[in-house]
């Protein structure tokens, strides 16, 4: 595993922990972090005995958002290098978004700015009921432009609309409601919570729960005649693989599969 200045990264069997590690900036994001967070999630995804990444923030808030000095620092690039920085920074939530593994996320204290796109990004967001989320830019001249994509596949544009504009903060409960996050539990159940959602994918067959994620992405933006073929090639393939029968004899011959 290579080193790291800004995050913690530690294997708990086959779990990584992913953890943002600048508490006296409440995990502020700058060009670092950015760096390391895409070095952190192609290692995630390059290593076999990982099955499960928890993104989780050090100190008292998950994550304050990009990193307002580093912020006005790239405003004063050069225009094509601003674009690169901003390119990569938009690279960083795909990244996320995009791994292999499953990747559960653990929020508390404050998700505000890119900590909301940070929420957005991962695939089971689970938040204290306290953590305080908000999609501020606006309250700082600016708007959530690359890490909106990722939010209105969470909770829509109508929702946006409202909550983009108005830049108005919102706690965890609100969250879960509004679909940002899966669930929002009392913060002393935080970890207990975390710690069953990993053990829900970990009872699943690792190739399946790739192949979810790819399936969710295939099939959300094509009408119901246009899926058809593909979600019936999707089953036809998927039922045929090792992973599939192993699955099924486990179920029928009453055992636990192998991946468990
Ligand atoms: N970028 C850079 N520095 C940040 C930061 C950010 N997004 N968020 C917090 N910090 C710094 C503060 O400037 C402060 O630094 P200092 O100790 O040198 O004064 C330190 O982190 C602690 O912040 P503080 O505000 O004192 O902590 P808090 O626990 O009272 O409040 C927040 C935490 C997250 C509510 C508050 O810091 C905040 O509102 N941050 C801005 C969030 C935001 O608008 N993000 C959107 C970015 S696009």
């Given amino acids: 595993m ?3 200045e800004t995050l913690e990264i530690a294997m708990d069997g086959p779990v990584r922990h992913v953890r943002l590690n600048r508490p006296e900036v409440r995990n502020a994001f700058n060009g670092v972090v950015v760096d390391e967070l895409h070095r952190a999630f192609a290692e995630a995804d390059a290593d076999d005995a990982t099955r499960v990444v928890v993104l989780s923030g ?4 998950f994550s304050a958002g990009a990193d307002l000095a580093w912020m006005k620092e790239q405003a004063g690039l050069p225009h094509a290098d601003n674009s690169r920085s901003a390119d990569h920074m938009a690279r960083m939530f795909l990244a996320i978004a995009r791994c292999k593994k499953p990747v559960v996320g ?5 998700a505000l700015g890119g900590g909301s796109g940070l929420t957005a990004a991962v695939d089971v967001a689970i938040c204290s009921d306290d953590c305080m989320f908000g999609l501020t830019e606006v309250k700082l001249g600016i708007v959530p432009a690359v890490i909106s994509p990722f939010v209105l596949q969470k909770i829509g544009a109508g929702r946006a609309r409202t909550l983009f504009l108005t830049g108005e903060r919102f706690d965890g409960k609100e969250a879960q409601r509004i679909g940002l996050v899966y669930r929002s539990v009392p913060v002393e159940q ?3 919570a975390v710690a069953q959602s990993v053990k829900e994918l970990l009872s699943a067959g690792p190739a399946a729960v790739a192949s979810a994620k790819e399936l969710i992405r295939s099939v959300a933006h094509l009408s119901l005649e246009d899926a058809i073929p593909v979600t019936s090639k999707w089953i036809a393939d998927l039922r045929a693989t090792d992973e599939a029968k192993e699955g099924f004899s486990a179920f029928l011959e009453k055992r636990k599969p192998t991946w468990m």
């Fill in 106 to 110: 653990r929020m508390h204290g404050h």
């Fill in 190 to 192: 935080l970890d207990d």
């Fill in 58 to 61: 050090n100190g008292k808030s």
């Fill in 2 to 4: 290579s080193s790291y």
